[in-house]
């Protein structure tokens, strides 16, 4: 499983677009980018999922450039209750091993009013 | 449809004392997973089951042990708790191992004294 280095933390401000990047220089061909979000006190909760250019739903886009190397979790307008720590996990959904997953340290971000 | 259910929510044992926690999910998933959560860290897999009747050790299952008699519960047992066991643990399920997305549960406080 490949491994993700992401910022401890982040400050935002409310209104504002919020980019977590990600970084996974040993991203295997057949592996998929996810994002978790967690709120105090609850379980993790799936975000979006991609394996490359770009993904968007109704809560955020994940950039992903060509080389996969990277990835980026964008949040647009942030409002307080985007205050969670988030976690970039990268692995193959489809390979048969009991759907592990790696969390790293995640991003806690705190967004003020 | 609850979802994932953890019981119990908070628990509090003395060093050498056993306990279960209980994760249920009716979501009829094959794939469910306890992890445990201890502060400024990500979470970290215990035991995971493939389906009915299976178990198998993820990264730290040293100290516990686990059943899954019935799809839709899966067990996780402290035989003889330890300080070093206090966490927040965490049940989640999934579809099969085809899937990143993994349904959370609430969590479990436990502290051993």
């Known amino acids: 499983l490949a491994k993700t280095t992401q910022p401890i933390s982040m400050d935002s401000y409310e209104g504002q677009e919020v980019n977590i990047t990600c970084s996974h220089n040993?991203?295997?061909?057949?592996?998929?980018i996810t994002w978790y979000q967690q709120f105090p006190s609850q379980g993790p909760r799936f975000i979006i999922q991609?394996?490359?250019t770009k993904v968007t739903n109704e809560v955020a886009s994940l950039f992903i450039p060509a080389d996969r190397k990277s990835s980026t979790l964008s949040l647009p307008r942030v409002s307080l209750s985007d205050t969670a720590v988030y976690y970039c996990?990268?692995?193959?959904?489809?390979?048969?091993?009991?759907?592990?997953?790696?969390f790293g340290q995640g991003t806690e971000l705190s967004v003020k009013p | 449809n609850a979802g994932v259910t953890q019981t119990p929510k908070f628990r509090v044992l003395k060093t050498g004392q056993s306990m279960t926690l209980l994760c249920a999910q009716d979501?009829?998933?094959?794939?469910m997973y306890w992890y445990r959560q201890d502060p400024g860290m990500g979470l970290r897999l215990i035991h995971y089951?493939?389906?009915?009747?299976?178990?198998a050790k993820g990264e730290v299952p040293d100290g516990y042990n686990v059943s899954r008699l019935k799809k839709q519960n899966f067990l996780l047992g402290l035989e003889s708790a330890a300080p070093s066991q206090t966490s927040v643990y965490f049940c989640?399920?999934?579809?099969?191992?085809?899937?990143?997305?993994?349904?959370f549960g609430p969590g479990t406080r436990l502290t051993v004294l």
């Open positions: 989640a399920s999934t579809p099969s191992g085809g899937t990143d997305t993994q349904y």
């Open positions: 996990l990268v692995g193959d959904p489809f390979y048969n091993q009991g759907g592990k997953l790696i």
């Open positions: 089951s493939v389906g009915e009747g299976t178990t």
């Open positions: 979501m009829n998933h094959e794939y």
């Open positions: 040993n991203i295997a061909t057949n592996d998929y």
């Open positions: 991609g394996y490359k």
